[in-house]
């Protein structure tokens, strides 16, 4: 349960680094439904 | 129920901000995702310092969510957000402070979820109800509720709607979750009756409050954010009378969460075509809109539990419980404050939706596709649906969320 929650931390950290410094909406976008579906997923499990 | 409404705000987000600057477009979408981990971390956390630490990590994110117009107004808000929220948060921290001293005994306290009840069962009930009664104040900042409910209304008034649904449903939940865990902690103390006393009188203040700035709210948000107080003073009502009442607690902060979450993206919808949230300028929708004025009207039968709203079934076990217990003063305060609540809604609602506005030309008449109202009767859909069939599954998840609370 700890690493889970640890990977999905880490996880969010990076995606949530990426989309402050990308330059583009789409990528932004998708990167956020990324997240959303990685949240998603991690509270399935 | 977390993940369900981060899947709805994100979608409503990227529709809201369609033709917004990038800057603002990745500063809203980091906020939103550094406060969807730290609502994660507090629902997921098995201690007090740690649950303390992700609410805290909220109003950060919270705080760059709200001065997303950058407006005048805006500022204020987050100002004003992020001052009340310190303040109270440093008031749940004393209270944990109090409760460290309390049961620790010398040494270094362990305030995990697992051993606090037995600890809390050896100390000192001075301390103990000290602890509980800066925590809820400390944490009523989250919650929403009275004393330090000011804070949230402002919040959710002044932030881009979706923003607003999340806050006013999940964050408000998380407010509710660290409090309910102390209650939970303290159940089997001496100060049981106190905790319960302390959360009717929250309840109760929370409902006059709401009840009397609603009578007098001309903002549509602003009258949406003042019935989460309502619905916030319900929970407190109910979980404080007990018996049945705690089902009926959980239920409605479930039900509220997806009603309230519904209401607020469609404030969205209508801001895009009559370009204001002005009471006295609002009106026609059902003409500009009427897949929109459709889900104000759903909303509004979900929201004042009128049936088929789930919410009626809280309500009304919350309204068996206080008879129950022979607790008749509340049950009456508590139906005419509700009163004044549905008053205020209906009068509200029925205006956007069927008068005519005193100023047409400030309309934007900004197209929405009736496809991106769908998610908006998913969810009302859903507590019309829990009205009538609870599923075993869902039912067993609130019995074991109360299970450790005294019958």
């Known amino acids: 349960m700890i690493n889970m929650l640890l990977i999905f931390f880490i996880l969010s950290f990076a995606i949530g ?3 402050a410094f990308i330059r583009s909406k789409v990528v932004i976008r998708m990167l956020v439904m990324l997240f959303a579906a990685m949240h998603v997923a991690f509270t399935g499990w | 129920m977390l993940s369900l409404l981060t899947v709805t705000t994100i979608y409503h987000g990227f529709i809201y901000l369609k033709n917004e600057q990038l800057k603002r477009y990745a500063i809203y979408h980091v906020a939103l995702i550094a406060l969807i981990v730290a609502m994660s971390g507090a629902y997921l956390a098995n201690s007090m310092t740690m649950v303390w630490i992700f ?21 204020e808000a987050t100002w004003k957000y992020v001052f009340v929220c310190s303040v109270g948060i440093a008031l749940a921290y004393i209270g944990i402070l109090f409760l460290g001293f309390t049961v620790s005994n010398g040494t270094s306290p362990d305030l995990s979820f697992a051993t606090l009840p037995a600890m809390a069962a050896k100390a000192n009930p001075l301390f103990l109800k000290i602890a509980f009664v800066f925590v809820i104040v400390g944490y009523s900042t989250k919650m929403g509720l009275f004393p330090m409910h000011t804070v949230t209304v402002d919040a959710h008034t002044v932030a881009p709607p979706p923003v607003s649904a999340f806050i006013s449903t999940t964050l408000m939940n998380v407010g509710f979750l660290a409090i309910f865990r102390i209650y ?7 100060i049981f009756a106190f905790m319960n006393h302390v959360l009717i009188l929250s309840g109760m203040l ?21 019935s989460s107080l309502e619905n916030m003073g319900i929970v407190a009502i109910a979980l404080g009378v007990g018996g049945i009442g705690y089902y009926a607690a959980i239920l409605h902060i479930i039900l509220h969460s997806f009603t309230k979450a ?3 993206y469609q404030m969205g919808q209508s801001y895009k075509i009559m370009g204001t949230y002005e009471l006295d300028n609002s009106g026609g929708y059902l003409n500009l809109y009427p897949a929109g004025a459709a889900v104000l009207l759903l909303g ?31 049950l009456i305060l508590t139906a005419l404050f509700l009163t004044f609540v549905a008053y205020a809604l209906f009068t509200r609602v029925l205006h956007i939706v069927y008068s005519q506005p005193r100023d047409k030309e400030m309309y934007l008449h900004e197209r929405v596709n009736p496809v991106q109202t769908i998610s908006q009767f998913v969810l009302f859909g859903l507590v019309i649906f829990l009205c009538f069939v609870q599923p075993a599954p869902f039912k067993e998840l609130i019995e074991s969320i109360i299970g450790g609370l005294p019958k």
Request: proline residues 2%.
């Open chain 2, 55 to 75: 609410v805290e990590a909220t109003t950060l994110a919270v705080s760059a969510l709200i001065y997303h117009d950058r407006s005048a107004i805006a500022l």
């Open chain 2, 300 to 330: 509004l039968i979900c929201i004042t539990a009128i049936p088929p709203s789930g919410m009626f079934i809280s309500e009304f076990m919350m309204f068996k419980a206080m008879a129950v217990n022979g607790e008749y003063f509340y």
């Open chain 2, 184 to 190: 939970s902690a303290f159940a089997a103390t001496t």
């Open chain 2, 206 to 226: 929370s409902l006059l409050v709401a009840s009397g700035y609603m009578l007098k709210a001309k903002h549509n948000k602003r009258m949406l954010a003042y």
């Open chain 2, 262 to 264: 519904g209401l607020f």
């Open chain 1, 17 to 19: 680094l990426s989309v």
